[in-house]
C-alpha cells in the first residue's frame, strides 16, 4: 500500500461538553478512493470538519502529505491541499456560478491557472456551463452540488474530503456525481468518501472505514471485509 | 416646471445620501454588525477634509487623497484590533461596543475640534446653471459625482477582483468561505476599512454643503439607517435607489416634514418590505 496522504491519529473533538469524536484514527493512501460510513451521529461529519480545520481538535494530530496540520485554520488548510466539499454544498448562494468556482481560486497558489482549471470544471459538468451567469441559488441541489465539487477542484487539491455527497439528491443524478467523483479520482486525486448510503460507498471506495459513537471501529480493504463485519460495526452489535 | 426642480433636487441629494448608507450597508451585510459610530465616521472625515484643506490651502476635495486612506486603514486597525476580539463573544458585545466607539469618537472630536460649527466651503459654491426657469448648483452636481464614483468603483470592485469576490462569499457562508482560503477576520478589517473610507467621502460632501458640529453624527446615522433599510442590507443598487427616495422625501418635506416623511417610508418599508429593495 502506498504512504498516507492523510493521517488522523486519535483525534477527539468537542462541542462544549459533548464530546462528538472520541478517538479517531485513519489512514488515506495517496491516489485511492476511502469511504468512511457510519450512522447519525457517529461523528463523520464533524471528523471532516475538524481535518479541513473548521473545527479546533481537542486531542490527537492530524498529518497531510508527512506535516503537521493539526489545529490549523480552514483558510491555511486549504493551501496545502486539502480540501473539503461539506456537507449540503454551501453555495454562495448570492453569487453567479462562474463566481462561486472563481471563488475556489483565491488561493494564490491556485489563481494563474484559472482559465485552465475552470475549463476542466466545465469539461467535467457541462451544465455549469450554461448556467453559469445565473446565481447559484437558483439551481437545483444535483447542480449546486456541481458547484461545491467544482469550487474545490479549483483549488487544485492534492485530496478531498466528500462530506455527504449524495444527501438529498435524486438517485440518477447520484449515479453522474460517481462517476464524477470516480474521474477525478483517475486525474490524481486522493478522496476521502463520507456517506450515509453505505452500499454505494463501499462499492466506490477500495478502503473502507467505519465509526461508531466517535471512534473508527473497522478499517480494511473494501472486498475483504464481509458484510456482516460491516453491518456488526455499523451497528455496533 | 417645479416638480422637475424637486425631483432633480431629490436625485442631486439623494448621491450623498446614497454614499452615507453604503458603508453602513457593507458592515450589516458582510459583518452582520449595526455600526452604530457611523455617524461618528462621516463626521471624523468631514473634519479631515475641512482641516487639511484650511491648513494646505488645498482644494477640500483633493483631500480624499490623503483621507481615503487614512481611514481606511483606522476602519482595519478599529475591527481587526476591537471589533473582531468581541465579535467571538456575539452580536451584542459587539454592537454595543460601536455604540461606545460613537461615544468617545464624538467628545474626542469635541475636545480637540470644539463645538464651533465648520463647513469647508470651496470655490465653486455659489455657483448656480441656469436652465430655463430650473436651476441646479455646480456643487450639487460635484457632489452627485463623487458619490456616484465611489460606488461604481465600490460595485466594480466587489464583482470583478479576487478580494471583492471573497468579501462577497464571506456576507453569503463564513465557513464555506474559509474553506476557499479566506480568512474570516482578515475580511472583515479590510470590510471595515472600505465602509471607512466611504465615510471620509460621505464626511467630505457633508462638509462642502452644510455645516456640521462633532455632535451631527446621530443625524446622518439615522439617514444612513433608512438607507439600509430601503436598500436592503447588503445591496449596492439598493443604496442607490434608497438615497434617491430618501432624497426626494427630504425635498418634498421641506424642512418640516422631511424628516418625518422620511421615518414613515423606512417604517413602512420595514412593515411591507422588510428584507428592502432588492433582496429576495
Known sequence: MSEPILKVEGVQAKYGDFIAVHSATLDVPEGKIVSLIGSNGAGKSTLMDTVAGLHKPSAGKIYFKGEDITGLPAEKIVLRGLSLVPQGSRCFIRMSVEDNLIMGSFPKTARKNVKKNLERVYSLFPVLKEKRNDPSGSLSGGQRQMVAIGRALMTEPDCLLFDELSLGLAPTIIKDIYANVKDINRDGTTILLVEQDTQRAIKTGEICHVMLKGNVVLSGLSKELGDDEIKKAYFGI | ?280
Open chain 2, 1 to 280: 416646471m417645479q416638480i422637475v426642480q424637486l425631483i432633480i433636487n431629490g436625485i442631486l441629494l439623494g448621491g450623498i445620501y446614497a454614499v452615507l448608507g453604503v458603508g453602513m450597508t457593507m458592515i450589516f451585510g458582510i459583518v452582520k454588525l449595526t455600526n452604530l459610530a457611523h455617524g461618528e465616521f462621516v463626521i471624523l472625515g468631514a473634519y479631515a477634509s475641512t482641516l487639511i484643506s484650511t491648513t494646505l490651502g488645498v482644494d477640500p476635495i483633493l483631500t480624499l487623497i490623503v483621507t481615503i486612506p487614512i481611514m481606511f486603514l483606522i476602519g482595519m486597525g478599529l475591527q481587526s484590533g476591537l471589533i473582531n476580539r468581541v465579535m467571538l463573544k456575539g452580536s451584542e458585545p459587539a454592537l454595543l461596543v460601536t455604540f461606545g466607539l460613537s461615544i468617545i469618537l464624538q467628545d474626542l472630536m469635541l475636545l480637540l475640534f470644539t463645538a464651533d460649527a465648520r463647513h469647508a466651503g470651496g470655490a465653486y459654491s455659489s455657483i448656480v446653471f441656469n436652465i430655463g426657469p430650473i436651476s441646479i448648483a455646480l456643487l450639487d452636481v460635484i457632489l452627485l459625482a463623487i458619490s456616484l464614483v465611489t460606488i461604481i468603483i465600490l460595485s466594480l470592485f466587489l464583482k470583478k477582483t479576487y478580494l471583492g469576490r471573497s468579501i462577497r462569499a464571506t456576507s453569503d457562508d463564513t465557513q464555506a468561505a474559509s474553506l476557499m482560503g479566506v480568512s474570516v477576520k482578515k475580511t472583515y478589517g479590510i470590510a471595515m476599512g472600505i465602509a471607512m473610507a466611504t465615510a471620509a467621502v460621505a464626511g467630505l460632501c457633508i462638509a462642502l454643503k452644510w455645516t456640521f458640529y462633532p455632535s451631527s453624527g446621530g443625524g446622518y446615522l439615522l439617514t444612513a439607517f433608512g438607507v439600509v433599510v430601503i436598500g436592503g442590507m447588503g445591496s449596492i443598487p439598493g443604496t442607490m435607489v434608497a438615497g434617491v427616495i430618501l432624497g426626494l422625501a427630504q425635498v418634498i418635506g421641506g424642512a418640516n416634514w422631511g424628516q418625518l416623511i422620511s421615518y414613515l417610508i423606512m417604517v413602512l418599508f420595514l412593515v411591507v418590505r422588510p428584507q428592502g429593495l432588492f433582496n429576495k
